[in-house]
C-alpha cells in the first residue's frame, strides 16, 4: 500500500507516526470498517499543508481532505467543531455549519486555541481522536470516498482511509453542500 509516492503501514502498527489522540482512537475502533483499513505514510512535515503535499507525493487534489477547526458561539456558551471536506472546496462555514451547529457566530479557531484544544499538530489535525464533545461535519463527498487522505494529528505523515470510516465516527454528522467548490484561478490577460 502507498500514500501517492510514499509508502504506507497499518495506523495500528506505526502508532509512533501519528498523534497520540489519534493512536488511541485508532487502537479503540470498533466500526464496520476495519482499523486495519488506516494506513499511515511518513512524509517531510514541511510539505504537510494540503498543496505542497499532493503535488510533491502525487496525490490528486480530490482525494485528500481538509480538517478546519471552527469556534463557534450562541449566547453564554461557546465550543469547538471540526469540518471535513474535499481539498479541491472550502467548506461553507458561514452557511451551512453555522446553521446546523446553531451558533449565532462562528469563525476559524485560532491556531493557538486549535491545538490546544485538540491535541494536535497545526497542519496536521485530523478528525480521528478529537474530543469526543465535538461535533464533526463531514461533506458527503468525502464520505463517499473509496479511500482519502487526512491529517495524522503531526504533521509528518498523512492516513489514507475509506470516506465510510470518517462518517462513523462518533458525533459525525455526513452533509450535502457542506464543500463548496472553488473557483477556478482567473488566467492573466494576455499581453497585448
Sequence with gaps: MTIGTQPAQPVRDRPDLVAPTVAAAVAAWRGDVSADDFWVAEIDPALADTQAFCERYGVRMDRSANCV???ARRES?????ACLVLATTRADVN???KKHLGASKISFAPMDAATAASA???GGITPIGLPADWPILIDESVAAAD???IGSGVRRSKISLPGAALAALPNAVVLSGLGR???PAAEPPAPS
Design 69 to 71: 477547526i471552527l469556534a
Design 77 to 81: 456558551r461557546s465550543w469547538f467543531a
Design 95 to 97: 452557511g451551512l455549519a
Design 120 to 122: 494536535m499538530e497545526f
Design 147 to 149: 479511500r482519502v487522505v
Design 181 to 183: 467548490p472553488v473557483p
